[in-house]
């Protein structure tokens, strides 16, 4: 036995994401990397076992240790109805221990909300994700109904009634080609409709089922470079931002030493079960194929099924071929980036790794053009908290292993 294997304890995890219904969706969005039912999912609806369901509420609960979260995905996880989510929080209430923080998000297309899902969300404190593309000049292009129209008009109606009950979300947008040179309109958007939280998701060009094809994307990465340059003038303005952009929070929280939360600026993947609708077990929203399945909720444990031996081959996509990253100024934000990016097909064989992320030159594009402002906003924030940073000839807290006067301090 190996020393990773050896250092594996047997615990369920304490967060999940689910597929609620699969791949069903109404909506038929052109470029959606995972469901492939074009917005007319069939009369039945394919939800979580209600027996799948308990237990695996009932196993994560008795592992708690005072905090779980589930983050319910699709498809379109709303088409599962109201009576599957009230089944879902009723489970985790009856099996949480005294005092357990229990967290529940769900991404949505938001068509589906009106005030009584928005009340349900509001009573439960669900966060919400809505998708949204920005103006619906450019929303309608790429995310439309079964029948081909628009759907702007249902998801902002969903906004309405979300803000109407007072429920926490925020917003998804998808970068492609319809969008990507529209920083100022997407900016001028999100201001316009008061949207606190936003997040940038640039448009895959390849299946999250289809692990060998090519890490490639519908944009390339000068031009989401220059986008994210663009996008991080607007958001910065005077120097106190107004509203959250993921992405730059997560560079502002390694600045600060704090530990970041989007999974591609961690020094590793972090090991979260991603669960099919019915049970299949994956260690990642991108490796959704048999090649990486871990096994299935509905015949094993979660203990189990967090101790597979799948996760090993998982864990070293971060880890091949990363010389060229270990030397690069900029490795301590991105750690090379996320593996899938890096899978480049070959005519007649198997995906192999490259070096670097697809949107390595993005970054650099970014960390080059903003560092020196972003540095100097960690600075004011770090003041506001009442956080010190180290001394001059000690390790500086942004992690680039560099002396703080060196570095950040400089």
């Given at each position: 036995?190996?020393?990773?294997?050896?250092?594996?304890?047997?615990?369920?995890?304490?967060?999940?994401?689910?597929?609620?219904?699969?791949?069903?969706?109404?909506?038929?969005?052109?470029?959606?990397?995972?469901?492939?039912?074009?917005?007319?999912?069939?009369?039945?609806?394919?939800?979580?076992?209600?027996?799948?369901?308990?237990?695996?509420?009932?196993?994560?609960?008795?592992?708690?240790?005072?905090?779980?979260?589930?983050?319910?995905?699709?498809?379109?996880?709303?088409?599962?109805?109201?009576?599957?989510?009230?089944?879902?929080?009723?489970?985790?209430?009856?099996?949480?221990?005294?005092?357990?923080?229990?967290?529940?998000?769900?991404?949505?297309?938001?068509?589906?909300?009106?005030?009584?899902?928005?009340?349900?969300?509001?009573?439960?404190?669900?966060?919400?994700?809505?998708?949204?593309?920005?103006?619906?000049?450019?929303?309608?292009?790429?995310r439309k109904t079964g029948s081909g129209a628009g759907s702007y008009k249902q998801v902002m109606r969903g906004i309405?009634?979300?803000?109407?009950?007072?429920?926490?979300?925020?917003?998804?947008?998808?970068?492609?080609?319809?969008?990507?040179?529209?920083?100022?309109?997407?900016?001028?958007?999100?201001?316009?409709?008061?949207?606190?939280?936003?997040?940038?998701?640039?448009?895959?060009?390849?299946?999250?089922?289809?692990?060998?094809?090519?890490?490639?994307?519908?944009?390339?990465?000068?031009?989401?470079?220059?986008?994210?340059?663009?996008?991080?003038?607007?958001?910065?303005?005077?120097?106190?931002?107004?509203?959250?952009?993921?992405?730059?929070?997560?560079?502002?929280?390694?600045?600060?030493?704090?530990?970041?939360?989007?999974?591609?600026?961690?020094?590793?993947?972090?090991?979260?079960?991603?669960?099919?609708?019915?049970?299949?077990?994956?260690?990642?929203?991108?490796?959704?194929?048999?090649?990486?399945k871990l096994g299935s909720a509905a015949e094993e444990s979660l203990a189990e099924l967090m101790e597979a031996s799948?996760?090993?081959?998982?864990?070293?996509?971060?880890?091949?071929?990363?010389?060229?990253?270990?030397?690069?100024?900029?490795?301590?934000?991105?750690?090379?980036?996320?593996?899938?990016?890096?899978?480049?097909?070959?005519?007649?064989?198997?995906?192999?790794?490259?070096?670097?992320?697809?949107?390595?030159?993005?970054?650099?594009?970014?960390?080059?053009?903003?560092?020196?402002?972003?540095?100097?906003?960690?600075?004011?924030?770090?003041?506001?908290?009442?956080?010190?940073?180290?001394?001059?000839?000690?390790?500086?807290?942004?992690?680039?292993?560099?002396?703080?006067?060196?570095?950040?301090?400089?």
């Amino acid at each position: 036995m190996n020393s990773c294997a050896t250092m594996r304890t047997s615990e369920a995890p304490s967060s999940i994401m689910w597929k609620t219904v699969s791949e069903d969706c109404n909506l038929a969005c052109d470029y959606c990397y995972y469901s492939t039912c074009a917005g007319k999912p069939g009369k039945t609806i394919r939800r979580i076992e209600d027996k799948l369901l308990e237990s695996v509420v009932q196993q994560m609960m008795q592992a708690s240790r005072g905090a779980v979260s589930f983050a319910w995905q699709g498809g379109e996880p709303l088409l599962a109805g109201k009576a599957f989510f009230e089944k879902v929080v009723a489970l985790q209430a009856h099996y949480a221990p005294p005092r357990t923080t229990i967290s529940n998000s769900v991404q949505t297309n938001g068509t589906l909300i009106d005030e009584e899902w928005a009340q349900f969300f509001r009573t439960y404190s669900f966060l919400v994700g809505v998708s949204v593309d920005g103006p619906e000049s450019i929303h309608d292009k790429r995310r439309k109904t079964g029948s081909g129209a628009g759907s702007y008009k249902q998801v902002m109606r969903g906004i309405d009634a979300l803000r109407q009950a007072n429920v926490s979300f925020n917003i998804l947008m998808v970068i492609h080609e319809d969008n990507v040179r529209e920083a100022k309109a997407l900016m001028q958007w999100l201001k316009e409709q008061r949207i606190e939280y936003a997040q940038f998701i640039p448009c895959m060009n390849f299946r999250s089922q289809d692990v060998e094809a090519s890490g490639t994307y519908r944009i390339t990465p000068e031009e989401y470079g220059q986008f994210l340059c663009d996008v991080f003038d607007l958001w910065l303005e005077d120097g106190q931002p107004q509203c959250s952009i993921r992405i730059f929070d997560n560079w502002l929280q390694t600045l600060i030493g704090d530990e970041t939360e989007l999974c591609t600026y961690r020094t590793s993947c972090p090991k979260m079960l991603i669960l099919e609708q019915n049970g299949d077990a994956y260690p990642c929203d991108f490796y959704i194929h048999d090649q990486y399945k871990l096994g299935s909720a509905a015949e094993e444990s979660l203990a189990e099924l967090m101790e597979a031996s799948k996760w090993e081959l998982f864990e070293d996509q971060q880890k091949i071929g990363l010389d060229q990253c270990h030397s690069c100024s900029y490795w301590h934000y991105c750690h090379g980036g996320c593996p899938r990016n890096r899978m480049t097909e070959k005519p007649g064989s198997q995906g192999t790794l490259q070096e670097t992320d697809y949107f390595c030159q993005s970054y650099q594009m970014l960390y080059k053009y903003g560092e020196d402002r972003m540095r100097t906003l960690a600075k004011d924030v770090m003041q506001r908290i009442k956080r010190s940073y180290p001394g001059r000839n000690e390790r500086c807290i942004c992690g680039s292993g560099k002396k703080y006067k060196q570095c950040c301090g400089s």
